[in-house]
């Protein structure tokens, strides 16, 4: 396992991984809040492998909301574990069963999964959670967010009684704290950093504009702001495709990522984002939470986020490790509600930018009072 931690690279512990592996290690259930991009994953990973040692059984299980997560779950725990000869696998949906039948019947030590796929498995005799020593419920309140707790309960009843179970989840609402209850023994919590602030490493602002220059203003932004990648965030599929299309027609390297796009195609637009093929990535927030992109020196908010807690992670995609980064938000009329629910649930108010010399039509969120509340802000420009 030391060969692997040296193999990754790491030389001192991230404050979860210096927390949380002891506690791992011990036998502890564990519940982790923590901001993206702080090494969650290996803080449970590192030891879980440590206590496997050999190949046997199924005996960890790790849940997460979404086919991509589940990969880099997976891709983790390989790397990690590269001089072991522990077996690792990865159920998800949206591609096909042959190869995730094959892995099951060859047996693994280790899968990270999505609860819909994994239980067409189980339901298919193929996967029994029997032997489990090790559960892991990673981006909990994503997966509430996503209609999978029901999924997640049924898994759960299927899994050894005598097992150790984390939780991670960036909030803790109702439903996840019941849960916990319900699943978890005793549990030890850690918590590293405010979940609720937005990185001191990023400058955020949002910028007021009439609804029907929403387009006009994000090319007007791209236009003058000095970046080397952007990931725009929209809040429907279509509208994702729409402002993909846009740019793409106004010059710019883009590719899209969205639920509707074929597993193969979503990996492509992501190596192609990573590769720096793609200079903008549109999303929807499939990609706000967990995926590994890193150097995203600017986030753009197209649309507003549904929720207040998604504002954090979707600009928490830039400024990460330390680095400085930028986070946009287009703003009209309609979204003063969702904005202060933002303000309110990070603590603080977000400045609010004009551009100049912007052909502007009128908006109430532009008349006198407002203006008052339009200030500049430094900002990397051509």
Known sequence: MLQGVRAAGYTEPTPIQARGIPLVLSGRDIIGCAQTGTGKTAAFALPILTKLAQPGNLRALVLEPTRELAAQVETAFRDYGRFTKLRIAVIYGGVGYAQQEKALREGVDIIAATPGRLLDHMQQGRCKLDHIEFLILDEADRMLDMGFLPDVKRIIDRCAKKRQTMLFSATVPPEIATLTQ????????????????????????????????????????????????VLVFCRMKDRADHVAAM????????????????????????????????????????????????????????????????????????????????????????DRKQVHAIEFFIGASVPRVKLDNFPYKYTTLLDHEAEKRLRTMGRRRR
Do not use: C
């Not at 609720?196 to 007007?220: C, F, G, M, N």
């Open 247 to 334: 740019l793409h027609r106004a010059g710019h390297s883009t590719t899209v990522l969205h639920s509707n796009r074929t597993q193969s195609e979503r990996e492509q637009a992501l190596r192609g984002f990573r590769d720096g093929r793609f200079e903008v990535m549109v999303a929807t927030d499939i990609a706000a939470r967990g995926l590994d992109i890193e150097d995203v020196s600017h986030v753009i908010n197209y649309d507003m986020p549904q929720h207040a807690e998604d504002y954090v992670h979707r600009i928490g995609r830039t400024g990460r490790a330390l680095a400085m980064g930028d986070a946009f938000t287009i703003m009209t009329a309609e």
């Open 182 to 229: 319900w699943a978890l023994t005793n549990p030890e919590t850690i918590e590293v950093g405010r979940r609720r602030s937005p990185a001191e490493t990023i400058r955020h602002a949002l910028y007021p504009v009439a609804d029907d220059q929403r387009d006009e203003l994000l090319l007007e932004l791209l236009k003058r702001t000095e970046f080397e990648s």
